[in-house]
């Protein structure tokens, strides 16, 4: 069994934001898999349910941000899992709009949510990276994130978000790669096909076009043929 958490802060007035992305990426799982009612427990939100044979639970803690992984902790003592078990969806603003990144263990490059997860559970954990971009200097980064997503961003957002979702039975299963493989189906599909032109033959030349070479005696022969 897997714990899958995203991260984001409780109540309507974040909602959009984009540090709640990971909140978003849960609520298309659960409606797209048909998970359980979600459920107030273990200082969060919790849905259950599964994918095929693997059984999953949905968490979004709602200690806020900073406290993350007090949420975390709690779910994963309750169910009985370790830290191999948890994968935490959340906001990256090193990964350009649009772009996923999934990986296991590592730091939490000052992620306020995974600094959190960190010190309650460690890092050995997965993590699936969400990129919503960078405004372009650090100290405008918590206005950046605490800022819905613009409306230009709705189209690849519900891309990444249905992409995610297509892959989570891959995350279930511990499938990294065909998680990554799902949601690039979404986020990049391929281009269809349009085949091989036929090639055109090279257009013959007309006779009159052919350098006539022979000698005078040879065409004055050709003419009582």
């Not at 995203?6 to 659960?30: T, V």
């Not at 979004?60 to 975390?72: A, C, D, L």
């Not at 954990?125 to 650090?138: E, I, T």
């Amino acid at each position: 069994m897997k714990l899958i958490v995203g991260l984001g802060n409780p109540g309507a007035k974040y909602a959009r934001n984009r540090h709640n992305i990971g909140f978003m990426a849960l609520d298309r799982i659960a409606e797209d898999h048909d998970f359980g009612p979600w459920k107030g427990k273990h200082q969060g939100s919790i849905s259950e349910g599964r994918f095929g044979s693997d059984r999953a639970v949905l968490l979004k803690p709602e200690t806020f941000m900073n406290n993350s992984g007090q949420s975390v902790q709690a779910a994963l003592r309750f169910y009985k899992l370790e830290p191999e078990d948890l994968i935490v969806l959340h906001d990256e603003i090193d990964l350009a709009p649009g772009k996923v990144k999934f990986k296991i263990a590592g730091g939490h490059a000052g992620h306020n949510g995974l600094r959190s997860v960190h010190a309650h559970v460690g890092a050995e954990y997965g993590r699936v990276r969400l990129g919503v971009g960078h405004p372009g200097h650090k100290d405008r980064v918590p206005s950046y994130v605490l800022h819905d997503f613009a409306k230009a961003d709705e189209n690849w957002l519900d891309d990444v978000l249905r992409g995610v979702s297509d892959g989570a039975p891959y995350l279930a299963a511990g499938d990294g790669a065909k998680f990554m493989n799902a949601v690039s189906m979404r986020v990049a599909p391929a281009r269809p096909s349009t085949g091989t032109k036929p090639r055109t033959p090279a257009p013959q030349k007309a006779a009159e076009d052919v350098p006539d070479d022979r000698s005078t005696l040879q065409k004055l022969m050709a003419k009582f043929k």
